[in-house]
T-cell receptor, first 113, second 112 residues
Framework: DGGITQSPKYLFRKEGQNVTLSCEQN?????MYWYRQDPGQGLRLIYY???????QKGDIAEGYSVSREKKESFPLTVTSAQKNPTAFYLC????????????FGSGTQLSVL | DAKTTQPPSMDCAEGRAANLPCNHS???????VYWYRQIHSQGPQYIIH???NNETNEMASLIITEDRKSSTLILPHATLRDTAVYYC?????????????FGSGTQLTVLP
């Protein structure tokens, strides 16, 4: 089945630790995105990538980093500089940047120990 | 992208039509109306989108007023599995690089 796979489902971070959230898609989509969702809130864009080896900051990029070395993969690293990392993280993809439909993964819940 | 206003919550009886309203009074002529929904602890799912004409697909119908300042998403026969947060979003179809901006949405609860 085609889709987007995020792992792990739950992740715990210790103080001062960097953690990486995985996002893989087999939809052959060029564009990929990372969103953050806090309880009872909408989604906020962290980073997006239009194509391999290219990515741009979204609205809340501080404390996060990404890479796009392969078309299928867009991992997100939550660095120790992100002081409030506890949130639900969602990865999405689309055929191209600005395409009509976004396809989302099932999310990763990150919590701080 | 134009801002949208949705009621925070709504209830609907199972088997009845669920009508979810959205106000987007500042919408411009080239902006589309999109609807997504998010079931608890899952990623959002695309439902439907439209520009000015009413649209229907296997999931729902979208009714856009003639002045395009508001719209209604209709789930014709709501089931318990339709309980979710529904997001109304307005943006240019060709893609603002900023992508979709999700507000707080409407929590629809379908009651047995």
């Amino acid at each position: 089945d085609g889709g987007i796979t995020q792992s792990p489902k739950y992740l715990f971070r210790k103080e001062g630790q960097n953690v990486t959230l995985s996002c893989e898609q087999n939809l052959n989509h060029d564009a990929m995105y990372w969103y953050r969702q806090d309880p009872g809130q909408g989604l906020r864009l962290i980073y997006y990538s239009q194509i391999v080896n290219d990515f741009q900051k979204g609205d809340i990029a501080e404390g996060y980093s990404v890479s796009r070395e392969k078309k299928e993969s867009f991992p997100l690293t939550v660095t120790s500089a992100q002081k409030n990392p506890t949130a639900f993280y969602l990865c999405a993809s689309s055929i191209s940047l600005g395409a009509e439909k976004l396809f989302f993964g099932s999310g990763t819940q990150l919590s701080v120990l | 992208d134009a801002k949208t206003t949705q009621p925070p919550s709504m209830d609907c009886a199972e088997g009845r039509a669920a009508n979810l309203p959205c106000n987007h009074s500042t919408i411009s002529g080239n902006e589309y109306v999109y609807w997504y929904r998010q079931i608890h602890s899952q990623g959002p799912q695309y439902i439907i989108h439209g520009l000015k004409n009413n649209e229907t697909n296997e999931m729902a119908s979208l009714i856009i007023t003639e002045d395009r300042k508001s719209s209604t998403l209709i789930l014709p026969h709501a089931t318990l599995r339709d309980t979710a947060v529904y997001y109304c979003i307005v943006r240019f179809a060709s893609g603002s690089a900023r992508q979709l901006t999700f507000g707080s949405g409407t929590q629809l609860t379908v009651l047995p």
